[in-house]
């Protein structure tokens, strides 16, 4: 197969990938809410006083945001390792999509619960999000970089590897995230968002060919 024909086999996956990454990351926006004047006077607040009530809504904003970007800007590199295709990796990438676009749900219900009996398990719901989501990254690695099964022909043995072992953090990393939510909500959403912030750093010290977000 010609690199052009590598190319226009993975091309449509890829578009479809990016349409249901930016479809969830721009959903997030939607919990933000604007208080109404009436709504202000009914609860006897400012406008000001109102925004800093709505701080779980923009912590798990942000929070999610960061993580469907690396999510995202990882994808993408990731195609440039993989150059053909399967049916059962399409499906793959499909059940991988397919928690990406769930990460709204969990999202909203950690803003609205954080402050209430329900945190914990808001928390827990948050954090098993991103664990399937590790998981799902695991599965689609592994079944393309099998015996080189899917990627293209230039990619070294000692890059397949490094990126193997790289993606082995994620599910063990989230497993704790989401276990913590059972004692401390706090350190679960900061395992969270710390772990956004270790993957997008760790990716841009590597070349495309190293990059990988378990």
């Known amino acids: 197969m010609t690199a052009d024909a590598e190319v226009k086999e993975t091309a449509r996956v890829e578009a479809f990938s990016d349409g249901v990454f930016s479809i969830a990351i721009t959903l997030l926006v939607l919990e933000l809410r604007v208080p109404s004047a009436g709504d202000l006077t009914s609860r006897g607040l400012s406008l000001g006083e109102a925004l800093l009530r709505q701080w779980p809504s923009f912590l798990g904003y942000v929070t999610s945001f960061a993580t469907i970007l690396v999510m995202w800007v990882n994808h993408h590199r990731l195609f440039t390792l993989i150059r053909r295709t399967s049916s059962l990796f399409l499906y793959l990438n499909g059940l991988l ?118």
């Open 97 to 214: 999509l397919l928690a990406v676009a769930f990460v709204p749900f969990p999202t909203a219900v950690l803003a609205a619960h954080l402050e209430d009996a329900g945190s914990r398990t808001a928390a827990a719901v948050y954090a098993g999000t991103f664990f399937a989501i590790a998981i799902f990254y695991n599965l689609l690695w592994r079944y393309a970089s099998a015996d080189n099964r899917l990627l293209g022909r230039s990619i070294r043995e000692s890059d397949r590897d490094r990126i193997t072992r790289r993606y082995r953090i994620g599910p063990t990393a989230y497993l704790i995230a989401f276990l913590l939510a059972f004692v401390s909500v706090p350190a679960s959403v900061g395992l969270c968002a710390a772990l956004a912030l270790y993957f997008a750093s760790s990716g841009s010290r590597h070349g495309p060919e190293e990059d990988a977000r378990p």
